[in-house]
């Protein structure tokens, strides 16, 4: 049966609170391509996207038995204030899809490779390795320009509450293609490493 992330790690990648919870998060390993700017607008995101699934779908067909599972994204800013006033512009992320573990560095860099040959998609697709641990996690749905209160929620209430503070980098997994999907009914699930 082939490896696939959202049956594997069910709660987390189909959880059904849409407020705060703690989790725990075991280790993983991801596609990932590093960016900055405005998500919307920068082509530097559009083509880490497109290399990321070339990447994903090419190892897959080569054999590698997982079912390709969403974009995930990590971000953060220099001052947190850009995301509360989405100051997009000045966001960095880092783009990943899951990867079983089992499929190694080569088997990637020969798919980045291929593709870099065969559909002319050069960019720098790496393996990140990531183990977020104990986490607050909750489904937002709705756009997501739109995460703004269940954000302010999280770092003004549950984690004081909780006495917690955030230790790993803001993780959202894009459940639905915004291409395809109404702004109302897209699932985004947010994660925040705590300690």
């Not at 596609?31 to 699934?53: F, I, K, W």
């Not at 291409?179 to 994660?191: E, G, N, Q, S, Y």
Request: net charge neutral.
């Amino acid at each position: 049966m082939p490896y696939d992330v959202k049956k594997d790690l069910k709660h987390l990648y189909a959880p059904k609170n849409t407020d705060w919870a703690l989790v725990d998060v075991p280790g993983q390993q991801f596609l990932a391509v590093d960016g900055r700017g405005n998500p919307n607008t920068a082509e530097s995101y559009r083509q880490a996207v497109q290399a990321l699934y070339a990447v994903a779908y090419t190892i897959r067909m080569a054999g590698g038995d997982f079912v390709v599972g969403p974009l995930e994204g990590l971000w953060w800013a220099e001052d947190y204030a850009a995301f509360t006033v989405r100051a997009k512009d000045s966001w960095q992320w880092t783009m990943l899809i899951s990867l079983p573990g089992r499929i190694g560095e080569d088997t990637v860099q020969e798919a980045r490779e291929s593709v870099r040959r065969k559909k002319k998609i050069d960019v720098p697709v790496r393996v990140e390795k990531l183990h977020e641990g104990r986490c607050a996690q909750a489904l937002h749905i709705g756009p997501y320009d739109d995460e703004g209160p269940l954000l302010a929620r999280l770092h003004g209430e549950f984690l004081p509450a909780h006495g917690l503070t955030p230790t790993g980098l803001h993780h959202e997994i894009y459940l639905g293609d915004p291409r395809r999907t109404d702004p109302a009914k897209l699932k985004t699930v947010l994660r925040q490493p705590v300690g």
